[in-house]
C-alpha cells in the first residue's frame, strides 16, 4: 500500500516530480522464467571398440627341425681338393701328429689308435674353424676315449675277419673287396659324427650307416675306394708318404663329414 505523505513532503514531491525513493515505490513479485528442460538421464560411457590388426600373428609353435630330402650331394672333387687345403694349412703339425699317432698306436698294441684318430679329425676341425691345431689336440677326447676305442676296434675286428675269410674262399675275397672302401668310409664319418656331433657309439653307426647303404652306395664305394687307395699309395717310398696321405684323407673325410652333416659355426677355409 502507498504511504500517505503529508505537510512540506507531499507538496515538494508534487512541485518537485521525482522518482520516488524505492522505500516508497510499489514492486512487482518477480514471476519464474521458464527454464530449459531437464535432460533425459544418459546410460553407460561409450567405449569405441579395439581395432583388429590387419596382419593376425601366427600361434608359437614348436619348433621342428627341417627334413632332408634325398640323398646329400656327394663331390669326391670337392672333398679331395678340400682335404688339401685343410691339410696344406698345418701341413707340418698335421704330419707331425700323424706320426706320434702311428707311434703311439703301436706301441699300445692298438689301444690309442682310436681316441688318437680322433684327435686327428678334431686338428682338422680346428683348421676348418679358424683355429690353429696343437699336437696337445691329439690327446683331448673330452671324455670320449672308450666311445674312440670301440668305434676303431670294431671296424678293425671286421676288416681282418672279412680278410681272413677271403684267404680260402673266394666268395670272401669278392666281399671283402667290396667292404672295404665301405668300412673305410664309414670310419671316417663315424669318427666325427662321435666327436663333433655328440652322439653314442650305437646312433653313430646307425645314422651312418643308413646314409652309405642308400640309393647312393656304389657312389660312396668309390668314395671310400679312392680314400683308401690315396692312403695306402703313401707306403711307397719308404712309407714317409704317408706322413702326407694319412692326413690329407682325415681331412678330406672331415671335410666330407662337413658338406653332409654340417659342423658348428664352421670358418670355411677351402673353396
Same mark, same amino acid.
Given at each position: 500500500?502507498?504511504?500517505?505523505?503529508?505537510?512540506?513532503?507531499?507538496?515538494?514531491?508534487?512541485?518537485?516530480?521525482?522518482?520516488?525513493?524505492?522505500?516508497?515505490?510499489?514492486?512487482?513479485?518477480?514471476?519464474?522464467?521458464?527454464?530449459?528442460?531437464?535432460?533425459?538421464?544418459?546410460?553407460?560411457?561409450?567405449?569405441?571398440?579395439?581395432?583388429?590388426?590387419?596382419?593376425?600373428?601366427?600361434?608359437?609353435?614348436?619348433?621342428?627341425?627341417?627334413?632332408?630330402?634325398?640323398?646329400?650331394?656327394? /663331390?669326391?672333387?670337392?672333398?679331395?681338393?678340400?682335404?688339401?687345403?685343410?691339410?696344406?694349412?698345418?701341413?707340418?703339425?698335421?704330419?707331425?701328429?700323424?706320426?706320434?699317432?702311428?707311434?703311439?698306436?703301436?706301441?699300445?698294441?692298438?689301444?690309442?689308435?682310436?681316441?688318437?684318430?680322433?684327435?686327428?679329425?678334431?686338428?682338422?676341425?680346428?683348421?676348418?674353424?679358424?683355429?690353429?691345431?696343437?699336437?696337445?689336440?691329439?690327446?683331448?677326447?673330452?671324455?670320449?676315449?672308450?666311445?674312440?676305442?670301440?668305434?676303431?676296434?670294431?671296424?678293425?675286428?671286421?676288416?681282418?675277419?672279412?680278410?681272413?675269410?677271403?684267404?680260402?674262399?673266394?666268395?670272401?675275397?669278392?666281399?671283402?673287396?667290396?667292404?672295404?672302401?665301405?668300412?673305410?668310409?664309414?670310419?671316417?664319418?663315424?669318427?666325427?659324427?662321435?666327436?663333433?656331433?655328440?652322439?653314442?657309439?650305437?646312433?653313430?653307426?646307425?645314422?651312418?650307416?643308413?646314409?652309405?647303404? /642308400?640309393?647312393?652306395?656304389?657312389?660312396?664305394?668309390?668314395?671310400?675306394?679312392?680314400?683308401?687307395?690315396?692312403?695306402?699309395?703313401?707306403?711307397?717310398?719308404?712309407?714317409?708318404?704317408?706322413?702326407?696321405?694319412?692326413?690329407?684323407?682325415?681331412? /678330406?673325410?672331415?671335410?666330407?663329414?662337413?658338406?653332409?652333416?654340417?659342423?658348428?659355426?664352421?670358418?670355411?677355409?677351402?673353396?
Amino acid at each position: 500500500m502507498p504511504q500517505h505523505l503529508e505537510g512540506e513532503e507531499a507538496t515538494t514531491w508534487i512541485l518537485d516530480p521525482q522518482p520516488a525513493p524505492d522505500s516508497l515505490r510499489q514492486t512487482t513479485p518477480v514471476q519464474p522464467g521458464p527454464t530449459s528442460p531437464t535432460p533425459p538421464p544418459t546410460g553407460a560411457a561409450y567405449i569405441p571398440p579395439t581395432p583388429t590388426p590387419y596382419y593376425q600373428p601366427p600361434h608359437p609353435t614348436k619348433y621342428q627341425p627341417p627334413v632332408i630330402v634325398g640323398q646329400p650331394h656327394i /663331390s669326391l672333387g670337392d672333398w679331395l681338393s678340400g682335404g688339401w687345403q685343410v691339410y696344406k694349412e698345418n701341413w707340418a703339425v698335421m704330419s707331425v701328429a700323424s706320426l706320434v699317432a702311428a707311434l703311439l698306436s703301436v706301441a699300445t698294441l692298438g689301444i690309442l689308435g682310436g681316441p688318437l684318430l680322433m684327435g686327428l679329425f678334431a686338428m682338422s676341425f680346428k683348421t676348418m674353424r679358424g683355429e690353429r691345431p696343437e699336437i696337445g689336440d691329439l690327446f683331448r677326447w673330452h671324455g670320449r676315449f672308450v666311445q674312440a676305442f670301440l668305434t676303431a676296434l670294431i671296424f678293425v675286428v671286421i676288416h681282418f675277419a672279412l680278410g681272413g675269410l677271403g684267404n680260402n674262399n673266394p666268395f670272401f675275397s669278392l666281399v671283402s673287396l667290396f667292404a672295404t672302401p665301405l668300412l673305410s668310409v664309414m670310419l671316417g664319418l663315424t669318427m666325427p659324427m662321435i666327436s663333433e656331433g655328440g652322439l653314442d657309439l650305437a646312433h653313430a653307426i646307425n645314422r651312418v650307416a643308413k646314409l652309405i647303404f /642308400s640309393r647312393d652306395w656304389f657312389m660312396w664305394w668309390v668314395v671310400g675306394l679312392v680314400f683308401t687307395a690315396i692312403a695306402s699309395g703313401g707306403v711307397l717310398g719308404c712309407g714317409l708318404g704317408v706322413l702326407v696321405t694319412a692326413p690329407w684323407m682325415i681331412s /678330406s673325410s672331415a671335410v666330407a663329414y662337413r658338406d653332409v652333416f654340417g659342423i658348428d659355426d664352421p670358418n670355411r677355409t677351402n673353396h
